[in-house]
């Protein structure tokens, strides 16, 4: 007889479970990041839990910010399936799209505790290499959350 496995022996915490700390820290890692550009070019920037839902957003409309958070979990899975199934590893590091006037870079921030996803959205005026250094630092400072 087969066994069937309806949820996650280990679920994604709730967003209400999401404690006053972690939301602290990554509020205040989001300003730093953006800091770093000076006004320029990051329209916005958001760490989620991995299952999509906002911890703390930065320099966009929290109904945008929201909406990233669920997109970018989305993508997120569909990046992990991908790099699966053609052999480059079990899971990616990040995403990036390209729009006419920007981009969306998704990274996962990897965390036993709250695995979360930073998602960036940023004009075509961002430097992009600088976008992704300053990016990984987020990732690195989440990380240890």
């Not at 320099?59 to 958070?69: C, I, R």
């Not at 390209?98 to 505790?113: R, T």
């Amino acid at each position: 007889m087969n066994t069937v496995v309806l949820s996650d022996p280990s679920p994604e915490p709730s967003p209400q479970l999401i404690g006053d700390d972690l939301r602290a820290k990554a509020a205040s890692v989001l300003e730093r990041f953006v800091d770093q550009f000076g006004g320029v070019g990051v329209r916005g920037a958001v760490i989620s839990t991995a299952d999509g839902f906002d911890i703390a957003m930065t320099a966009m409309p929290e109904a945008e910010g929201t909406k990233l958070s669920a997109l970018s979990s989305s993508i997120s899975a569909i990046g992990d399936m991908a790099t699966l199934e053609v052999g480059i590893g079990n899971n990616h590091q990040s995403i990036t799209i390209e729009g006419g006037d920007g981009y969306i870079f998704i990274l996962n921030i990897p965390s036993a505790a709250c695995p979360m996803i930073l998602s960036v959205a940023a004009s075509k005026e961002i430097m992009l290499g600088k976008l992704m250094y300053y990016a990984r630092l987020v990732v690195e400072g989440m990380a240890e959350a």
